[in-house]
């Protein structure tokens, strides 16, 4: 899949200020600082497209990017990218942390054209309350879901295996059928292949269901 155009579109307050629900929609949601829209930059190719920050709780809205691609046969499909606030960051007050999650969850439960999620973990800590709460929470919603591993050349390949290990068995016994993961760096461009591979695959999958 070839990305001729990704731009900016606007950012929303929630789910029902959001543009018109008629393209096929992926969307990055995880931790704070975990690289949410470092990867969205990574994916487009293009280093400023979506705000990156060294301190947490940089992204504060819901974000739509539109992507153009060409897909199959040098036909073109236009798609949105989602970039969300973090969860669970302690250190922004307590009321702007229930207003964020609000938006997260009513975005997620009620966004029709929200094909797959995408949910950032940080490759180089062991497996996380806040992180096996939210995946397990996905389940319960029955939302489509892939696990993205962050951050990995900042870690040595066997910690990162390690680490990528010790967070499937948590969900293993949770689940009768493991998500699939990858495991990325935004900085090397590692796993770019593979995401863009699974959205490629999706919006075939999907194409039907959106007429523009
Ligand atoms: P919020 O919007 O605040 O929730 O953060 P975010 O999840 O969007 O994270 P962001 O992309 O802003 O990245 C946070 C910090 O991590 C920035 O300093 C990035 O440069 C850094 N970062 C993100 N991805 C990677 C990566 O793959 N490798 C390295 N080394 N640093 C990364
Ligand atoms: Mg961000």
């Not at 929630?14 to 929609?25: G, L, M, Q, W, Y």
């Not at 606030?85 to 964020?100: D, L």
């Not at 593979?194 to 075939?204: A, D, K, N, V």
Request: glycine residues 4%; positive net charge; aromatic residues 10%.
């Amino acid at each position: 899949m070839n990305i001729i155009s990704a731009q900016y579109i606007i950012s929303s307050p929630s789910v029902d200020k959001c543009p018109p629900a008629d393209k096929a929609e992926f969307a990055f949601i995880g931790r704070s600082n975990v690289g949410k829209s470092s990867l969205i930059n990574m994916v487009t190719d293009r280093t400023k497209l979506a705000k990156t920050s060294a301190s947490p709780g940089k992204t504060q809205m819901i974000n739509h990017f539109l992507i153009n691609s060409i897909v199959t046969k040098n036909v073109s499909q236009k798609w949105y990218l989602v970039d969300l606030p973090g969860y669970g960051y302690a250190k922004v007050a307590q009321r702007q942390r229930k207003r964020w999650t609000k938006m997260i969850e009513e975005y997620i439960r009620l966004r029709k054209n929200l094909i797959n999620l995408f949910v950032l973990i940080d490759v180089r800590h062991k497996p996380q309350a806040i992180d096996l709460e939210f995946v397990n929470q996905l389940g319960e919603w029955q939302i489509p879901f892939t696990v993205v591993f962050t951050k990995a050349d900042k870690t040595t390949q066997r910690e990162a295996a390690s680490c990528v290990k010790a967070f499937m068995d948590k969900l293993d016994e949770q689940w009768e059928e493991m998500p699939s993961y990858f495991i990325t760096s935004a900085i090397k461009g590692r796993g770019r292949k593979e995401l863009i591979g699974l959205i490629e695959s999706l919006l075939q999958q999907t194409s039907t269901m959106f007429s523009k």
